[in-house]
Nanobody, 128 residues
Framework: QVHLVESGGGLVQAGGSLRLSCAAT????????MGWFRQAPGKERELVAA???????????YSADSVKGRFTIWREDAKNAVFLQMGSLKPEDTAVYFC??????????????????WGQGTQVTVSS
């Protein structure tokens, strides 16, 4: 059985930083997409950042415009994990953040249905 377990969420002041981690068990995701989505109350789940295989020799990292320059995604396949470093946090970044993996997601694919596996989510709250 596949499990994705997120950690690292919490409460932080605006301008602060947090690092989210997601560890996968039950299967490996080498050359498969891994990413982070978020969902704020009353809003749809949106893609924050993702890494996808370029089909040849490397992963490509994608970040949503709203977080570009502030958030960085990376993965460590040896650990079967993906990370999200979040900086210069804003109150509008407040949401539940979900780790996602597997499926047929392509580069910049914002459709959450393109991912097969999901974590339980971790709350990130940014105070003003």
């Amino acid at each position: 059985q596949v499990h994705l377990v997120e950690s690292g969420g919490g409460l932080v002041q605006a301008g602060g930083s947090l690092r989210l981690s997601c560890a996968a068990t039950g299967r490996t995701f080498d050359r498969h997409p891994m990413g982070w989505f978020r969902q704020a109350p009353g809003k749809e789940r949106e893609l924050v950042a993702a890494t996808t295989w370029n089909g040849r020799d490397a992963y490509r990292a994608y970040s949503a415009d709203s977080v570009k320059g502030r958030f960085t995604i990376w993965r460590e396949d040896a650990k079967n994990a993906v990370f999200l470093q979040m900086g210069s946090l804003k109150p509008e970044d407040t949401a539940v953040y979900f780790c996602a993996a597997g499926g047929a997601a392509s580069y910049a694919d914002t459709d959450y249905r393109s991912y097969d596996y999901w974590g339980q989510g971790t709350q990130v709250t940014v105070s003003s």
